[in-house]
Every structure is written in structure tokens, then in C-alpha cells.
């Protein structure tokens, strides 16, 4: 028993679904349960109809008609005319009609996960429909039928408990019924039957949860890189595949933002030792990176750049030392609105941390701060992170930058930066 996720950019399109077919095939013959992504970018395109909604610019129908345009036309590329996806589709996005033609009322995460999920029930469908169409036995799971969250919208904690039970039962007869259970990720459902996401790029989670309950051999991502990476491809040319990691090793990559795996993801899967294997759908020969009870070995320097960053300076009004009670209130606020802290420094008489340029969260998590404390920021960071660093990764990496932040531990270094600004002749 196998589990395979497939994230946005393996079924962006008609040509990318179809190669999802292709590698399908060669396991017709085994029992496997998928999960899948929304197709492409339209997680992002239905956060664009979520702030038109909520600010009521008057565009939301016009992003949302064009995004279901999108979806309408890569139907056409893979099915004929009169196929049944059409309507299944068309009721699926309905659901965002229902929400958007009345004035937003609702707590915004709320909205957006009635909104946003809505991107995986329709990928779902159409990869669901297409397998079928290719004579590969495939029954489509509401994955809410399984994943049981709690009402922490955007960020649902997993009742593992009934999720476990929903699965235990759920499943089994499905995959003795048919060659692929297909089914969603990113989203689950509460005992009151509303939508909830278990966070952004949440559907490597969403495949974990399910390989813990089915006690699966293995698990797959399928990426559009060879494997897990000591960078990104994107930022640096000169990369290398890590061909074999520890959970352990994982864990503390993914903790430091690197991207190629959901950070909740490795727990699960741990929990039942099985090994999880991170593949190309560009090249499903190649043997990609396997994630298991692997013995610690000697990694090589793994660079993580997360953008967007702010420094938050928080001091007390008073000259009045940062003392425990201090910094019990402001973690109790950080958790409150859902702020990760990347980084953070104790001093006499401040309190500084790095987060991710969240905006809205931010806005309010500020205002309740200056209630009490003088806080000042710096945007638009940086934040750098080197996993088994080596000192001229480092000072490569720090050309052109000035460092705000640093920190160093064992085998890792973070600091914060920002670009030097070029000066014009007139600024000397």
C-alpha cells in the first residue's frame, strides 16, 4: 500500500495531468491512494478572489470567472464535449458563487477556507475523472469524510483520534474496490462539517496523515526537482541532490523554511517509520531523495533564504528589564495570531524576533503590542539559513548584504539581512 501526492505544478495544466496518467500507469496493477493539489497557481488566483471579496472592490466575480475559465478550458484539452466532469466542476465552483454574491459577514480565515479549498475538490475531480477515462479504476474521496480538524481556520489541528477512525474504516474498502483512492489535500473538516486547511503547501501533511493511517509502505512527492536540494534551484546555480536524509535531518530543514516539504509532515510518517521518497514527475525513472531511519551521515551545506521578512523591535516604556513575564505575554500573543518566530534576541530592555511578512496577522498583533510596549519594525528582509555551513558558503552568500541579525548554533547559522544600498556619487 503506496501513497502518492502530486502538488500543483505536476497537474498545472492539460499536458501535466496527462503526464500524471502516464506515470500512473505503471502502477495499475497496485493499490494506491492519491493525493492531490490544486492545479497550478489557483491557490494563489483564489487568494486574489478572497481580498477582492473582503475589500469589496467590485472584482471578485470578474478573478473568479476567469479562473473557472482556465479550469473550463483544460477540461476541453482532456475531455469530450458532453463528459459529466463538466457539471461536477461547474458545481464545484458554484460553492464560490454562494459565498461571494452576498457581503462578507464571516471572520476572514473563515472565508478564506471556504473559499480556497475549493481549488482541491476541483483538481481532485478532474485528475479523478481523467484516471478513469484511462481505464485506471478510481474512486474520489472527500478527504473532509476523513480529516478531522479542530475550528482554528487557515491552521486546523488534526483530531487524531477520529481521524484515525474515519480512515480506518473508510478506507479499506475503497482500495479493495479499486486500483486508486483519489483525494484532496491542503483541507479537512469539523465536527460541524465546515472546510478548514491545515496550512499553506499543507497537501505533503495531508498525504502524511493518510500514510500514517493506512500503515502505507512508502510515500511519494512528486516535484518538479530531481529530489531534495542543498538550495534552491531558482536562486542558486550550483546545486546537488541530497540523495538520502534522516527524519531527523528533515525535520530540522523543513523547520528552517525549506520549501520542497510541508514542516508537519515528517511526525507521522516517523511515528510508523515509513520512509518517504521525494521524486521527479519529470523524470519518474530517477531515483530522487528517500527520507527514513537513516544513521546521521556528513551532509553538505544546505542553504534556506526565506524573503519577506520583518524585525520586530519590542522594548517597555519604562527602561524596565525583558523578564519572564514579559515574554510569557508576548509568546501568549504570538500564538494567538498565529506569528512564527524565525529568529529572536533577548536584551536588557527589548525583545527582538524575525517573522514572515503576514499582513493582516501582523497589523493586529502590533496594535495589541503597543498597548503595552514601544515596538519598532524593519521590512522587507532576508532571512538566511545554513544548515552544516562551511565559512565560505557563508561569507558567498553575505556579499552585498549587511547583517541585522545573526545566530549561531552547532551546525547552523541564521542571520537577517538587507541589501547595502547603492549610493550615489552626491551621498559620500
Known amino acids: 500500500m503506496k501513497v502518492f501526492k502530486f502538488g500543483g505544478a505536476s497537474i498545472e495544466d492539460a499536458e501535466a495531468i496527462k503526464n500524471v496518467g502516464d506515470i500512473l500507469q505503471s502502477y495499475k496493477d497496485e493499490n494506491i491512494l492519491i493525493v492531490v493539489s490544486a492545479m497550478g497557481k489557483t491557490t494563489n488566483a483564489l487568494e486574489v478572489v478572497l481580498e477582492a471579496y473582503t475589500s469589496q472592490n467590485g472584482k471578485a466575480f470578474e478573478y473568479y470567472e476567469a479562473l473557472k475559465a482556465k479550469h473550463i478550458e483544460t477540461l476541453k484539452q482532456l475531455f469530450p464535449e458532453h463528459h459529466e466532469i463538466y457539471a461536477i466542476v461547474n458545481d464545484a465552483f458554484v460553492e464560490i458563487e454562494w459565498v461571494i454574491e452576498e457581503p462578507p459577514q464571516d471572520d476572514y480565515d473563515y472565508l478564506y477556507d471556504q473559499i480556497v479549498s475549493v481549488g482541491e475538490l476541483v483538481s481532485s475531480r478532474i485528475v479523478a475523472a ?26 486546523g489541528k488534526v483530531d487524531w483520534e477520529v481521524t484515525n477512525q474515519n480512515g480506518s474504516e473508510i478506507l479499506p474498502p475503497l482500495l479493495k474496490e479499486n486500483n486508486f483512492v483519489l483525494t484532496q489535500g491542503f483541507i479537512g473538516g469539523t465536527s460541524e462539517n465546515f472546510t478548514t486547511t491545515l496550512g499553506r503547501e499543507g497537501s505533503d501533511y495531508s498525504a502524511a ?218 551621498d559620500w
Open 130 to 155: 481523467y484516471l478513469n477515462m484511462l481505464d485506471l479504476k478510481t474512486v474520489w474521496l472527500d478527504a473532509r469524510d476523513v480529516i478531522r480538524t479542530n475550528n482554528t481556520y487557515r491552521d
Open 209 to 426: 496523515i493518510f500514510s500514517y493511517i493506512l500503515n502505507a509502505s512508502n510515500m511519494t512527492i512528486w516535484k518538479d526537482v530531481p529530489g531534495i536540494l542543498t538550495g534552491d534551484p531558482r536562486l542558486f546555480d550550483h546545486v546537488s541532490k541530497i540523495d538520502r536524509l534522516s527524519y531527523k535531518e528533515a525535520i530540522e530543514m523543513t523547520y528552517y523554511g525549506a520549501k520542497v516539504i510541508h514542516p508537519k509532515t515528517i511526525k507521522p510518517i516517523q511515528n510508523k517509520s515509513i520512509p518517504l521518497y521525494v521524486k521527479s514527475f519529470k523524470n519518474p525513472e530517477g531515483e530522487g531523495t528517500i527520507i527514513s531511519n537513516e544513521s546521521e551521515v556528513s551532509y553538505p551545506p544546505v542553504v534556506v533564504v526565506e524573503t519577506d521578512q520583518i524585525l520586530l523591535h519590542i522594548s517597555t516604556r519604562d527602561f524596565s528589564f525583558v523578564a519572564e513575564h514579559h515574554l510569557g505575554y508576548l509568546f501568549r500573543l504570538f500564538d494567538k495570531y498565529r506569528i512564527k518566530v524565525n529568529m529572536m534576541q533577548n536584551k536588557a530592555i527589548s525583545f527582538s524576533v524575525c517573522v514572515t511578512n503576514q499582513a493582516k496577522r501582523l497589523k493586529k498583533l502590533i496594535a495589541e503590542l503597543e498597548e503595552d510596549f514601544n515596538v519598532r519594525t524593519d521590512e522587507g528582509l532576508e532571512l538566511l539559513t545554513i544548515r552544516h555551513y562551511k565559512p565560505e558558503v557563508l561569507n558567498s552568500l553575505l556579499e552585498g548584504k549587511i547583517i541585522l541579525f545573526e545566530e549561531r548554533i552547532q551546525e547552523t547559522i541564521q542571520v537577517v539581512v538587507k541589501d547595502i544600498p547603492v549610493m550615489r556619487r552626491k
